[in-house]
């Protein structure tokens, strides 16, 4: 089982970035996936979630800025942020649920600077 994300980076406030997890090993397309981060010093942090329907949800902290995707095509889940702010700075980290069944990525870093 593999989550390889991609995407990270460096941005000013306000700008946008679209992060990308291919996963590979498992039925991607009967798997809940989701975003999570973990600022500096903090704990992890679930960012959103899209089920194998294709419902969404977010933290409150990032509604109506970022949406979250998937492509089962391509074994890809997709995470558009817009408006970035500086407490967006984390790693973030691709994750596949099913079943109690729970797969990372090893996750990429977005920071927020001016």
């Known amino acids: 089982v593999q989550l390889v994300e991609s995407g990270g980076g460096l941005v000013q406030p306000g700008e946008s970035l679209r992060l990308s997890c291919v996963a590979s090993g498992f039925t991607f397309s009967t798997y809940t996936m989701a975003w999570g981060r973990q600022a500096p010093g903090k704990g992890l942090e679930w960012v959103s979630s899209?089920?194998?329907?294709?419902?969404?949800r977010y933290a409150e902290s990032v509604k109506g800025r970022f949406a979250i995707s998937r492509d089962n095509a391509k074994n890809t889940v997709y995470l558009q942020m817009n408006i970035l702010k500086h407490e967006d700075t984390a790693v973030y980290y691709c994750?596949?649920?099913?079943?109690?069944?729970?797969?990372w990525g090893e996750g990429t870093l977005v920071t927020v600077s001016s």
């Open positions: 899209i089920d194998k329907s294709g419902s969404e």
């Open positions: 994750n596949g649920k099913q079943y109690g069944v729970d797969y």
